[in-house]
């Protein structure tokens, strides 16, 4: 599975942005993908995950509220919305797949992982 993170852009606080994590080599229906973002300096975080099937999806609390996650299974490609955004979002987010049926929040349990995309909120 090869995927790519797209969408990211420099932002003021309070802006929305669109992320996309086209994918290809495999369908993605079986895998459960998330939302991983690493700023400078510190370790790559969770953002948000979502079950292969959509019907569930898990924020971390800094997100929740704010970044909804959703997937086109049909257009094998995931999103994240993200409104309100602030500094502190400021990050590269990096979308991932994992072949399981149970999510994780854990960037080691992913299988699959894209070259990121920059987000960056100006105050």
């Known amino acids: 599975v090869q995927l790519q993170a797209s969408g990211g852009g420099l932002v003021q606080a309070g802006d929305s942005l669109a992320l996309s994590c086209p994918t290809s080599?495999?369908?993605?229906?079986?895998?459960?993908m998330g939302w991983f973002r690493q700023a400078p300096g510190k370790e790559r975080e969770f953002v948000a995950s979502?079950?292969?099937?959509?019907?569930?999806?898990y924020s971390s609390d800094s997100v929740q509220g704010r970044f909804t996650v959703s997937r086109d299974n049909a257009k094998n490609t995931m999103y994240l919305q993200m409104n309100n955004l602030k500094p502190e979002d400021t990050a590269i987010y990096y979308c991932?797949?994992?072949?399981?049926?149970?999510?994780?929040?854990?960037?080691?349990?992913?299988?699959?992982w894209g070259q990121g995309t920059q987000v960056t909120v100006s105050s």
């Open positions: 991932a797949a994992r072949s399981s049926m149970w999510t994780s929040r854990k960037s080691n349990d992913y299988n699959y």
């Open positions: 979502i079950t292969w099937t959509g019907t569930s999806t």
């Open positions: 080599g495999r369908a993605i229906g079986s895998y459960v």
